[in-house]
Every structure is written in structure tokens, then in C-alpha cells.
């Protein structure tokens, strides 16, 4: 198994739930600021031209990071971090699905067509006018998801998932990248910090 990695948000968020699972990823890298992602070889990959991918053993490759977890969560189901029932799994994939919906995708594409500008225009179409919309959208969805996590250490409760990871790492970089994540929003705050204290949070 090969894990092509890079700078950004989704590889990391690949490496910390390998790290939360004990799984030695074995990393190739990828030049994301040279357009490498881009180019040939990696869009033999994944013909999105984007990191990170996962080749098997068997010469598959898998793209697209909760698809990447799921696949590490089925060869290592212990720890669990989607769950261990189809209960729990159901749970952790609805938090996953409202994140990347409501926050996740407006969020990036925001930072993409406005800070991110330079380096994407080329490489996908890029609106920049749309940018204020999308980021709106993204931190009118923060608060909403903040009001449904009160009094919860994790979104599902007691139990650490994907979805923390999801909210750690992805939260994080918008905070870093211009969108700012409201102090108002003070349960997902709490939750982004207890995931950036995990010793994982620096795979
Ligand atoms: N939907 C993809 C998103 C992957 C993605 O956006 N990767 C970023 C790195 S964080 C990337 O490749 N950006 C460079 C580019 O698009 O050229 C996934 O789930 O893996």
C-alpha cells in the first residue's frame, strides 16, 4: 500500500486517522505547488489530479479521503473510529456528510477562489465573485453544527470518530486560510482543540 500525500488538509486528514489507528502509511510525495498533482503520472492516480490517493497492493488506486478512511476502517476495524456497529457507523457518517456539505466544500472552494486564487487559476474553474457567497454559506453552517454539539466532548457523544478528525483538521486550516473560526462558536472550538491536542494531530 502507497499513500500519495502532499501539503493541504486532506492528506492530513488521511495521516492523523492512520495514526489514530496504529497504520504505517508508507508516503510518497506529491509537489502540490508545482502542479505535480497535475500532471500525468498522477492523474493516472486519480483523474481528479488531487491528493491524496491510496494505491493497494493489488494496483488499485482509491481516491477521495472518507472513501480512503472507510477502506482503512474495513482493514482495521480496531480502533474504531467509524464505528463498530452500523448504529455508530450511521452516526459517525451523518456528522461526516453534514461537515462536508454545508462546510467542508463551500469553505475550500471559498479559500480556492479568493485567497487560493493564484495558485488554482489554471487548474480548475475559479469564480472569484462567488467566493464572499461560499464562505458565507460555510460559517452560517458552523453555527448551526456549534448549537448541535453543546455539552458534547465529540460529535458522537463519548466516542472519538472521524468526525472530529473531520472538524480538527478542516476547521483548522480554514481558521489558518482566512476564515476564522468564530469564538462565538465555542463547542466546536472546544472539539477542534481537543483534536489538535492529540498527539496524532502532527502525522
Ligand atoms: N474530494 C477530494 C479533495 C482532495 C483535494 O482537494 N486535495 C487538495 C489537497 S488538500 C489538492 O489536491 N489540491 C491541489 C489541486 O487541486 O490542484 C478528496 O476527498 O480527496
Known sequence: MKFYNSIGPNPQLVRVFAAEKGIKLD???V???KGENRQAAHLSRNPA????ALELDNGAFISEVTVICEYLEE??????????????RAETRMWVRRM??????????GFRWAEGQQLFTGRIPVYPEAAPHLKNQAKDRL???DKMVEGKTWFCGDRFSLADIMAGVFFGFMD???QKLDPANK?????VNRVKERPSFTA
Open 27 to 29: 508516503m510518497v510525495d
Open 31 to 33: 509537489d502540490l505547488m
Open 49 to 52: 489530479g488531487q491528493t491524496p
Open 75 to 88: 482493514k482495521n476495524p480496531k480502533p474504531a473510529l467509524i464505528g463498530a456497529t452500523p448504529e455508530e
Open 100 to 109: 462536508d456539505e454545508n462546510i467542508i466544500v463551500p469553505g475550500l472552494t
Open 143 to 145: 453555527a448551526w453544527l
Open 176 to 178: 489558518m486560510v482566512g
Open 187 to 191: 463547542n466546536l472550538t472546544a472539539i
